[in-house]
T-cell receptor
């Protein structure tokens, strides 16, 4: 059973601060990683993907990947109240009969207060 | 580009009744996924189609759930008979190709309440 653990929330940060969301995964074979944002009552929305060790930046979002440590994170700089949502970490199975399957964590609920 | 379409958006049924959900993926996307998301949890894959063939249905409760994608485009997920624990949001997603890495895009979901 492939496990995905995310930092327990809820996480609460003030507007303008950096929000740090962490995720560890058990499948050492996973090579692709995705972050989804899910507003309450809505479906998950893809916001970041990362495939190589290191950092990947997209606007206020930075994804970090360390495959040796089986760790992936998402940093949100200059957090805004509109960033308040649940963030889902999803490694993708890279081999075998489950090739392409996403494994989701429970998500971390982020609240950004004005 | 139109996104993944799902209907209905909401459904309330009594236990032991049957229900069906419909999904139309993004145009050109060969792979279609059905997920179940129970409140407070991440989505869990039920079944994955590549064109009109099943790639992975290992987590589909086959005694009550069934799914088809007859022409390789839209898909239907059915539950018969429903149980209380089937109350969840059923999400459809699609991707251009199968395998890794391939980004998956979700539809709005169908919220099912079983009473």
């Amino acid at each position: 059973q492939k496990e995905v653990e995310q930092n327990s929330g809820p996480l609460s940060v003030p507007e303008g601060a950096i929000a740090s969301l962490n995720c560890t995964y058990s499948d050492r074979g996973s090579q692709s990683f995705f972050w989804y944002r899910q507003y309450s009552g809505k479906s998950p929305e893809l916001i970041m993907s990362i495939y190589s060790n290191g950092d990947k930046e997209d606007g206020r979002f930075t994804a970090q990947l360390n495959k040796a440590s089986q760790y992936v994170s998402l940093l949100i700089r200059d957090s805004q109240p509109s960033d308040s949502a649940t963030y889902l970490c999803a490694p993708q199975a890279d081999r075998g009969s489950t090739l392409g399957r996403l494994y989701f964590g429970r998500g971390t609920q982020l609240t950004v207060w004005p | 580009e139109a996104g993944v379409a799902q209907s209905p958006r909401y459904k309330i049924i009594e236990k032991r009744q049957s229900v069906a959900f419909w999904c139309n993926p993004i145009s050109g996307h060969a792979t279609l996924y059905w997920y179940q998301q129970i409140l407070g949890q991440g989505p869990k894959l039920l079944i994955q189609f590549q064109n009109n063939g099943v790639v992975d249905d290992s987590q589909l409760p086959k005694d009550r759930f069934s799914a088809e994608r007859l022409k390789g485009v839209d898909s239907t997920l059915k539950i018969q008979p429903a149980k209380l624990e089937d109350s969840a949001v059923y999400l459809c997603a699609s991707s251009f190709l199968s395998g890794s890495p391939h980004e998956q895009y979700f539809g709005p979901g169908t919220r099912l309440t079983v009473t």
